[in-house]
């Protein structure tokens, strides 16, 4: 039984990213030392902070703010990149558009995926087909997303070198046919103040993929996890941080071992609250099963069936939103 947790621990990762590109990382002990700091957060919290991941805490910034300006617009102005079935649930949604367990969440969002163009991945891939719609104003945000993209996108792979050696694989385990093409989804995501504690910014649920990367509001304190006991831990944030969490695909490459913790957002705070969070997942189509060092981690005995990525998140998109 893993061991409970009280507070999310935090990994100065920098002696992984300095080693990400050596197949022979796994023999240097200040990487050791980070992949056992993240196999223990990982098996006991499911949720760690990174620190020391490379990535500018003023892009970080300049990343909300940018967040900030687009939710401060009038609804005709943000509505114009409206998300629609037909470009493939991508774009702008108002509060109480997207649900969680059937509760509408209190937050606007823009919510973008990797471009799936038409037939890229047959009938599995169909409701997801669509490019992302990015606002004009503000004029930069597109050029900077898709920037922070990027560069969200090589630090998850890293970060997962670091998790495949503490699996006890190999660093690259998870390229090729598991995620060497990865999918990835980014939600812009905005929490009006609330008035009461009913009002749940974002309502429990665990993340679908791999590895989230969250890039969470200065000063304002909302994000809860919930540990074994069923209590809720506070996330708060930390400046030039990102707050990492495992996702469903990754409970199953790990066969259990590591949790994809659930967790939700309640902005019970005077403040705006901006987020933006970054999924990190398989290829679309791979089917996803727990890897064989398994059997030397969870005494042989495997709990999973495989399940396809691409399956699980069509159908969380399909019941996510509320349509007029
Ligand atoms: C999510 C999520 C947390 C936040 O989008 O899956 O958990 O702080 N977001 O916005
Ligand atoms: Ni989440």
Not at 59 to 81: C, M, N
Request: charged share 25%; with cysteine; proline share 5%.
């Amino acid at each position: 039984m893993a061991a409970d947790f009280s507070s999310i621990p935090i990994i100065d990762i920098s002696p992984l990213l300095a080693k990400s590109d050596d197949p022979k990382m796994g023999e240097d002990s200040s990487v050791l030392d980070v992949v056992t700091q993240l196999d223990k957060a990982c098996t006991e919290a499911g949720f760690f902070y990174v620190k020391g991941h490379g990535i500018p805490e003023s892009l970080l910034k300049e990343v909300r703010d940018v967040t900030r300006q687009f939710f401060e617009l009038p609804y005709e102005e943000k509505a114009k990149i409206k998300m629609t079935p037909a470009n493939g649930f991508r774009g702008y949604e108002k509060i109480g558009e997207n649900v969680t367990q059937g509760v509408p969440d209190m937050h606007e969002a823009i919510d973008c995926y990797r471009e799936v163009t038409k037939g890229m991945y047959g009938d599995l891939g169909k409701v997801m087909e669509g490019c992302n719609q990015w606002p004009e104003n503000p004029p930069k945000m597109k050029v900077l997303m898709e920037e922070y993209i990027i560069l969200c996108k090589d630090l998850a792979r890293k970060i997962m070198c670091g998790i495949a050696l503490a699996l006890g694989g190999s660093p690259y385990e998870f390229e090729g046919h598991r995620a060497g093409d990865p999918f990835w989804v980014m939600r812009i995501i905005g929490y009006p103040a609330v008035s009461t504690m009913n009002d749940i910014g974002c309502g429990a649920h665990t993340d679908y993929g791999l590895l989230t990367l969250l890039n969470q509001d200065e000063n304002i304190n909302a994000l809860q996890v919930r540990n074994l006991s069923g209590e809720w831990i506070s996330a708060p944030p930390i400046p030039g941080t990102f707050v990492c969490n495992i996702g469903d695909m990754l409970k199953i490459y790990s066969n259990g071992l590591y949790e994809s913790t659930l967790h939700r957002v309640i902005n019970n705070n005077t403040k705006y609250r901006v987020s933006v969070a970054y999924f990190y997942e398989t290829n679309f189509d791979t089917a996803v099963e727990p890897l064989d060092t398994y059997k030397t981690r969870t005494n042989g005995h495997r709990k999973f069936e495989r399940a396809v990525y691409g399956e699980h998140l069509v159908s969380k998109v399909l019941s996510n939103f509320i349509h007029e």
